[in-house]
């Protein structure tokens, strides 16, 4: 458990950092996904499409995320440059 607790510990104080590798995890596995699904069913492309369809949204979760803790971080920042000037 000390391995867990000392992630645990480094995504807490860099919450960006986990959000990040979650987006880099995910966009690993979706385009593992494709390249399994492409390379069992050689010429034909309609599971490609419907793999590719189904677990978007998963990508897309993933990029949000990172996305709304960017936009979160920069609008701490800017209040609280906005207050020590006010």
């Given amino acids: 458990m000390n391995a867990f607790d000392t992630v645990e510990r480094m995504m ?3 919450p960006l950092l986990g959000r990040t590798l979650m987006l ?3 966009l690993v596995a979706y385009a593992a996904g ?3 699904v492409d390379a069992a069913t050689g010429d034909a492309r309609m599971p490609i499409v419907l793999f590719a ?3 978007l949204p998963a990508v897309l ?3 949000l995320l990172v996305y709304w803790q960017v936009r ?11 207050r020590g000037s006010a």
Avoid: K, P, S, T
């Fill in 12 to 14: 807490n104080r860099w």
């Fill in 24 to 26: 880099m995890v995910a």
């Fill in 34 to 36: 494709l390249l399994a």
């Fill in 53 to 55: 369809v189904f677990f």
């Fill in 61 to 63: 979760r993933a990029w």
């Fill in 72 to 82: 979160d971080d920069l609008r701490g920042r800017f209040e609280r440059l906005d």
